[in-house]
C-alpha cells in the first residue's frame, strides 16, 4: 500500500576489487638467463637488454599495472501514491575503477514511473534514462594490454625523459611491444566511449465490458554511442608513432514498438475462457558514422585540425516487422485444457514475394489429479498433468537487405587509352527468394508433484524440425562476389528428452534443504541439404582450411578429419607408404605424421576425411543442492556435457608461440630441445603444417593442453600408447625446458 507519505530509500555500497591471481613471471635475472641460455644453443649472442643487470631496472609489471580497484554504487529513490495513483522516482549512480592501471567506468541512471487507475480507465508511464562512460583497454596490439604487459620484458627503463612521451624504449634484438604505462598516459593513447540509453513505455488500458479490455503499449527505446581514440607523439624504442591521429566513431539506434490488444477473461461456472487478439508494428532504425585524421598539433584532439589523412564513412538501415495475432484457451473444471495460438509476420528483410508467414500452435492438458477418482483415493499424490502440444515458430535473423545486392561506387575500369572509366558495380551477391525460416516442434510432457510437494518431476520428449534454414552458404571466390550469399538450406531436426527431478523438504520452521538433478538428452541432425550433394564447410583454422562439414545425415559442423597413423621413423618407413609404387606422401621425411589413405587413390587430399565427431553434447546435465538456516543460505551446483568433441587448433602453435613471445626464447632452441627441424618449428608456429587431422590432439596434449578440449578422432587406444612412446622423448625435451622456465620464476 502506497497511500500516505513518501517512503524514501537510500542506498551506498562501497568495496574493492583486486586481482584474484597474479602469475609467476621471471625476474630480471631469470629472464636474463634464460633467453641467454637459448640463444647460445642458437648460435646467437645474448641480448644486450639482459646484459649489465646491475645498471638496468628489474621491474615486476604486474605490479605495477594491476592493483586494487574502488568500487562504488549509490542509489536514492521515492515511492508513493494515492487513492488512484502510485509513482516511483529513483537516481543511481556507479562509479568502477578497473583493476587494469588507466581504466574505468561510470554510470549515472534516472528513472520514473507512473501508475494510475480509476474505475475501467487505467494508464501508466516508464522512463529510464541511463547514461554510462568509460576508458576501455588498447585493445589494437597482439595480446591486448593485459598481453601487453605479460610479455614486458623486466630490464625495460619505466620512463626515458630523452625519448618523445617520457617513457623509455626496447633495443635490440627482443619482442616489439607497446610499453604498459604508456599504454594508459591520455597524453599519449586515450580511449574513452560514452552511451546514451533512453528506455520509455506508455499505456493505456480499457475495460469495454465485463471481461473485455483493450490495451495500446507504446516502448521506444533509443541509444546514442560514441567512440574516441588519440594516439600522440611517442617513441617506445622498436615501437614509435611520429605523428598524431584520432578516430571518432558514433551510432544512433532508435527501435519504437507499438502493440494493440485486445483480451477477453471470463468464467462460467466450471468454464474458463480467455482470448487475445493483436496488432504490433515494430520499427528499427540504425545510422553510424566514423571520421578520422592525422597530424593535429599536439594536446589537440579535434579531426577538423588534422592535416593530412581525413577520412569519413557512414551507412544506416532500417528494418520494420509486423504481426497480427490471436489466442484461445478453455479449460474445464481445471482438469481439461486448450490452447491455441495463430499469428502472421510480416518482416522487411524479406522480398515482397516472401515477406509474410503464418505461425500456428496448439497444445493440450490433462490434469489427472483434478480427477475425482484421484483425489478420493490417491491422497498422496499433488499434482499429475499430462500434456501436448504442436506448434510452429518463425526465425528472421539476419541482416537487412539480403534480398537485394548493395551497389558498390568507386570502381574504375580500363577505356584501353591509359585512362580509366569511373563506374559501380553490385559487388555483393543477393538473394531475392529468401523466406522465413521455420521450426515446428511436437512435444509431450509430465508434470508430478507429491509427498506434500516434496517430490517433483517435469519431464518432456520432443521433436524439434527446422526447414528452410537462413544460412551463409559458401561461394567460389571465381564468382567475383565479396560474400557468401544468404539462402535457405535445408532442414534440420533435433530431437531428445529433457526432464528435472527434485526434492524439497522444510525440516521445521528455521531449517530447510533442496536437491535438484537436470538433464537434457538431444540428437541432432541435418536431413536434408538445399541440394542432394550440398556441403557446407566451416571451423576454419590456419590457412584457410576447413574442419567441419554440414551435410546430410550427419550433424551440424560434425568434425571431419584425416586420420593418423603414427609417424615416419626412418626413410624406409616413407618409400614402404606407397600404392602402386607411387609415393603416397612424397614430401615426407622421417619424423613426419603418417596420413592414412582411407578412399585408397594413392594421394592424401581432402577426400580422406572422416567423421569424427559432433560439436553438440548428447546430454547436458547439472546437479543443484541447497540448505536455508533462518536468513542464512548455501547453494551449491554441478554442471557438465558429454557426447561431444572439441578441437583445439591453437594447441601446438599457441603453446610454442606463448612460450617464445613471453621468455624470448628462439625457434632454433626449441628445434634443438625437441631434436627436429628449425623449418618444422616454423610451420607449426605459423599454421602452414596445421593439417586437420586426429593426430593434431596428441601433440597438442603432449604439449601440456588440457585433454578434455581435445579431439582425439578415431585414434584407438593402442595405436595412442603407441605414438605416445614414440614420442616420449619429445615430451621429456619439452618438459625440461618448461623446467628450465618454471624454475626461473619461482
Not at 76 to 97: A, E, I, R, W
Not at 153 to 179: A, K, S
Not at 304 to 328: F, K
Not at 485 to 503: D, H, M, S, V
Request: a neutral charge; one cysteine or more; charged letters at 20%.
Amino acid at each position: 500500500n502506497t497511500e500516505g507519505k513518501p517512503i524514501i530509500d537510500l542506498s551506498a555500497n562501497v568495496g574493492v576489487s583486486s586481482p584474484s591471481k597474479y602469475l609467476d613471471l621471471l625476474d630480471a635475472a631469470g629472464w636474463a638467463e634464460v633467453t641467454t641460455v637459448s640463444r647460445r644453443a642458437a648460435g646467437l649472442s645474448p641480448l644486450e637488454m639482459a646484459q649489465d643487470l646491475a645498471s638496468k631496472p628489474d621491474n615486476d609489471w604486474q605490479d605495477l599495472m594491476f592493483g586494487p580497484a574502488l568500487m562504488q554504487n549509490y542509489a536514492l529513490s521515492v515511492k508513493g501514491g494515492g487513492k488512484y495513483s502510485t509513482y516511483y522516482n529513483s537516481v543511481g549512480y556507479t562509479n568502477q575503477d578497473g583493476v587494469m592501471k588507466g581504466t574505468n567506468y561510470q554510470r549515472y541512471t534516472l528513472q520514473s514511473k507512473q501508475d494510475f487507475k480509476k474505475g475501467i480507465f487505467q494508464a501508466g508511464t516508464n522512463v529510464v534514462l541511463t547514461y554510462d562512460q568509460s576508458n576501455p583497454l588498447y585493445s589494437v596490439i597482439r595480446g591486448g594490454m593485459v598481453g601487453h604487459t605479460l610479455q614486458a620484458i623486466p630490464t625495460w627503463e619505466q620512463y626515458d625523459e630523452n625519448r618523445t612521451g617520457g617513457y623509455g624504449g626496447l633495443y635490440g634484438d627482443v619482442v616489439n611491444l607497446t610499453h604498459p604505462l604508456g599504454m594508459v598516459d591520455d597524453n599519449l593513447m586515450k580511449r574513452y566511449s560514452d552511451n546514451v540509453k533512453i528506455f520509455a513505455n506508455a499505456y493505456v488500458s480499457v475495460e469495454l465490458m465485463k471481461g473485455l479490455k483493450y490495451k495500446l503499449n507504446l516502448t521506444p527505446d533509443f541509444q546514442f554511442y560514441r567512440y574516441n581514440s588519440y594516439e600522440g607523439l611517442f617513441d617506445f624504442g622498436l615501437a614509435k608513432h611520429d605523428i598524431t591521429a584520432v578516430t571518432e566513431q558514433q551510432t544512433r539506434t532508435r527501435n519504437i514498438l507499438v502493440e494493440n490488444l485486445l483480451t477477453f477473461d471470463r468464467t462460467f461456472g466450471d468454464h474458463k475462457v480467455s482470448a487475445l487478439v493483436g496488432y504490433t508494428y515494430q520499427d528499427s532504425r540504425y545510422r553510424y558514422m566514423q571520421g578520422s585524421g592525422q597530424g593535429m598539433p599536439t594536446g589537440i584532439t579535434e579531426i577538423d585540425a588534422a592535416s593530412q589523412g581525413l577520412a569519413v564513412s557512414g551507412n544506416s538501415s532500417r528494418s520494420v516487422l509486423t504481426s497480427i495475432l490471436g489466442r484461445a484457451f478453455y479449460s474445464y473444471k481445471n482438469r481439461y485444457l486448450l490452447t491455441a495460438t495463430i499469428r502472421r509476420d510480416g518482416s522487411s528483410k524479406f522480398g515482397s514475394n516472401y515477406r509474410y508467414g503464418n505461425f500456428p500452435s496448439v497444445s493440450v492438458g490433462w490434469n489427472i489429479a483434478e480427477e475425482d477418482f484421484v483425489k478420493n483415493s490417491v491422497s498422496w499424490l499433488d499434482q499429475l498433468k499430462l500434456r501436448g502440444g504442436y506448434g510452429v515458430l518463425g526465425n528472421q535473423e539476419i541482416d537487412n537487405y539480403q534480398y537485394v545486392s548493395v551497389v558498390t561506387t568507386g570502381i574504375n575500369y580500363p577505356d584501353g587509352k591509359s585512362g580509366l572509366i569511373q563506374g559501380a558495380f553490385p559487388k555483393t551477391f543477393a538473394n531475392p527468394d529468401i523466406k522465413w525460416e521455420e521450426t515446428a516442434m511436437t512435444n509431450v510432457g509430465i508434470d508430478f508433484m507429491a509427498l506434500r510437494n516434496r517430490l517433483t518431476l517435469t519431464a518432456d520428449w520432443y521433436v524439434k524440425n527446422t526447414k528452410d534454414i537462413l544460412l551463409n552458404v559458401p561461394i567460389p571466390i571465381s564468382t567475383g562476389g565479396a560474400n557468401d550469399p544468404i539462402r535457405n538450406a535445408g532442414k534440420i531436426r533435433n530431437q531428445g528428452f529433457e526432464f528435472n527431478l527434485g526434492w524439497n523438504e522444510s525440516l521445521n520452521k528455521d531449517l530447510s534443504y533442496g536437491v535438484s538433478f537436470l538433464g537434457t538428452y538431444n540428437k541432432n541432425e541435418v536431413v536434408e541439404m538445399g541440394a542432394e550433394s550440398q556441403v557446407i564447410t566451416g571451423g576454419t583454422i590456419h590457412g584457410g582450411t576447413y574442419t567441419s562439414r554440414t551435410l546430410a545425415g550427419y550433424p551440424i559442423g560434425g568434425f571431419w578429419l584425416i586420420p593418423t597413423d603414427g609417424y615416419f621413423n626412418s626413410t624406409e618407413e616413407v618409400q614402404a607408404h606407397q600404392k602402386d609404387g607411387v609415393l603416397i606422401q612424397p614430401s615426407a621425411e622421417p619424423g613426419d605424421i603418417r596420413f592414412k589413405d582411407t578412399n585408397n587413390d594413392g594421394t592424401i587430399n581432402d577426400e580422406d576425411r572422416v567423421y569424427c565427431g559432433s560439436p553438440f553434447p548428447k546430454f547436458t546435465y547439472s546437479i543443484n543442492g541447497n540448505i536455508t538456516y533462518k536468513n542464512v543460505d548455501f547453494s551449491i551446483g554441478f554442471q557438465g556435457v558429454t557426447g561431444n568433441k572439441i578441437y583445439n587448433a591453437e594447441a601446438v602453435g599457441k603453446r610454442i608461440r606463448s612460450l617464445r613471445d613471453s621468455k624470448g626464447i628462439t625457434q632454433e632452441y626449441l628445434a634443438e630441445k625437441f631434436g627436429a627441424k628449425t623449418e618444422t618449428i616454423r610451420k607449426y608456429e605459423n599454421g602452414e603444417s596445421h593439417i586437420p587431422s586426429d593426430r593434431l590432439a596428441l601433440l597438442a596434449k603432449i604439449l601440456d593442453t588440457s585433454a578434455d578440449n581435445i579431439l582425439y578422432g578415431d585414434q584407438q587406444e593402442n595405436d595412442m600408447k603407441q605414438l605416445i612412446e614414440k614420442f616420449d622423448r619429445l615430451e621429456k625435451s619439452f618438459k625440461s625446458l618448461e623446467k628450465i622456465i618454471i624454475e626461473k620464476s619461482l
